[in-house]
């Protein structure tokens, strides 16, 4: 075996090759049959030698199949491999030996197919391949012209027409024609599926028929799609018609909801077809936003604007209204009437479950307090309806009690105006709530209150002789009370014969009474008489004067 890039002949691959022997990188040939690991030959099938190879440097040609490839020597004048010896290397896959151009070659492992430009593949592991270097078939004839393949046609962009390579299905002609008519040496673009293949290629009626439905039907499925998007996202949302039918539905609107949430509990109940559309009839009507909570009863599979103009109607409303200055017994027998229940149910829920309904800490911290939820039912409107228990109601009321009052901030306001506690604070409230005839005079009142509850009061001796504490122990609301009856009456509730504020509220005032408890005037007041016996209450700071306003009072009950 020679020596690779100097021998005259191709040997098969052997662990020998210099490659790997001393005759490799820097060293001599191994000898024959010599291992260049421990002195052993190695047992290899026989396969020629092969190195990969994608050209020829220098020279612009590039061998075919089997054709010995022109080598370049090494630099080395010495001619030895590697560095200082024969050195065996390449350019882009050309084999170098270190010198100048010898006109010495060495074979190519893998050879080039001439039609193929990306190079044919070399023969199979362990087999056999000859080698032609330096004989007459090294640079072999030309084949036969039967044989010749022509080279492929170039490739463009272009769309050939019927006539130029066009599938007859497109261009109208028979199917028949479609062919790849392997003979005629004409290759056209299957030649890239593979060459030779000659199958008869057609497209019968029921694949294009097959096509034909399914391309529709894709048409058909975008533009459904593309419709229901169009209707979604533009069209006008799903409504009913009219005012809905004779069926009636009662609902709950939670406080605080909008009308994305109120259109949501209206949908699911049945009465409008969609959210968005009373989202739209709401936005539409100028009162829409004035929607409070509570109870409605509407009619089933309405029109969104008919929902909405029924809702602002406040005979939909199904709420129970507390109105301001209520005392907790009418509140009570209310709820019956609502739920439907026997007389006296509630209050009889309320006196056995009033620790169990929310009230503040502060509440009913006097063991005279006649019921403990006085002053806890806050003025509102509630959704109150059959089927719901008297606990639920009564403890919504309390809930709304309690965050108003932590809201203005009784239990911190207690000490500013020399009170107990924040329960005294609400007292006055109420004290004020009963007393005062329009919300103009509340603050005077609340002031004639805290006047007479002073240490110095030496006009009333810090009593506050109110008749409203007095018909609230009798249950009653009498304004002619006789003296003998008030004086021999000694409940705590009774502001004539004691002294300070009653033990608890003695109704549930609203939000003026509240604030003008938190903030009095400070004009002097300290009596006031309802001159007209009705509405109308007019204040004085002296003795002299409430007696003058007495007159008045008694002029116009005895008319």
């Not at 932590?406 to 109420?430: C, H, I, R, Y």
Request: hydrophobic residues 25%.
């Amino acid at each position: 075996m020679t020596e690779y890039g100097r021998g005259a002949g191709s040997e098969p691959w052997h662990p020998e090759d210099p490659l790997y022997g001393d005759g490799g990188w820097g060293g001599q040939q191994a000898g024959a049959g010599q291992s260049p690991y421990g002195g052993q030959p190695g047992h290899y099938p026989q396969q020629p030698q092969q190195s990969q190879q994608y050209g020829e440097w220098g020279t612009g040609q590039q061998p075919a199949y089997g054709q010995p490839q022109q080598q370049s020597p090494g630099y080395d004048p010495q001619q030895q491999g590697g560095y200082g010896g024969q050195q065996t290397g390449g350019y882009d896959g050309q084999q170098y030996d270190g010198g100048w151009d010898t006109g010495q070659h060495a074979p190519m492992p893998y050879g080039a197919d001439a039609v193929d430009p990306y190079g044919g593949q070399g023969g199979a592991y362990g087999g056999e391949q000859q080698d032609y270097y330096r004989t007459s078939d090294a640079y072999p004839p030309p084949e036969p012209p039967a044989r010749r393949r022509p080279a492929p046609e170039p490739e463009t962009d272009w769309d050939p027409g019927p006539d130029q390579g066009e599938h007859a299905f497109f261009a109208g002609g028979d199917d028949d024609d479609d062919r790849d008519d392997e003979g005629s040496g004409r290759r056209g673009r299957g030649d890239r599926r593979g060459r030779g293949s000659g199958t008869k290629k057609r497209r019968s009626g029921c694949a294009c028929l097959l096509v034909v439905l399914v391309f529709g039907g894709g048409i058909g499925g975008v533009g459904y799609f593309g419709y229901q998007f169009y209707q979604d996202r533009f069209g006008p949302a799903p409504d009913y018609a009219g005012n809905g039918t004779s069926e009636k539905v009662t609902v709950e609107i939670p406080k605080g909801a909008g009308g994305y949430e109120i259109g949501q509990v209206l949908k699911r109940a049945g009465i409008v077809k969609s959210v968005d559309a009373f989202v739209a009839a709401q936005t539409e009507n100028p009162d829409g936003n004035t929607i409070q909570a509570g109870v409605y009863t509407l009619n089933a599979k309405m029109s969104a604007a008919a929902a909405v103009e029924l809702m602002l109607n406040p005979k939909s409303r199904n709420n129970l209204i507390i109105p301001e200055g209520r005392r907790n017994s009418w509140v009570y027998a209310e709820i019956d009437k609502r739920l439907e229940l026997r007389k006296g149910t509630t209050a009889g829920v309320a006196k056995k479950e009033w620790k169990s309904l929310g009230l503040p800490d502060w509440a009913n911290n006097n063991k005279d307090i006649k019921d403990p939820l006085e002053g806890f039912l806050y003025p509102s409107a509630y959704p109150v309806a059959k089927g719901m228990k008297p606990e639920f109601v009564l403890k919504a009321m309390v809930q709304q009690a309690t965050e108003k009052y932590e809201e203005l901030g009784l239990k911190e306001k207690a000490d500013d105006l020399n009170l107990k506690n924040p329960l005294q604070v609400l007292t006055v409230a109420s004290l004020v709530q009963a007393e005062g005839k329009t919300h103009d005079d509340y603050r005077k009142m609340a002031e004639v209150v805290y006047n007479r509850l002073k240490p110095t009061n030496t006009e009333t001796y810090q009593l506050l002789q109110f008749d409203s504490t007095f018909n609230y122990l009798k249950g009653e609301s009498n304004i002619h009370i006789s003296e003998s009856e008030i004086n021999s009456n000694q409940d705590p509730y009774n502001t004539y014969t004691q002294k300070g504020l009653p033990p608890g509220p003695i109704d549930n005032p609203g939000e003026d009474a509240l604030e003008a408890a938190l903030n009095p005037t400070d004009d002097g007041w300290l009596y006031f008489v309802a001159t007209d016996g009705m509405s109308k209450t007019e204040f004085a700071k002296t003795h002299a004067e409430f007696l003058k306003l007495k007159e008045k009072f008694d002029a116009s009950t005895k008319q």
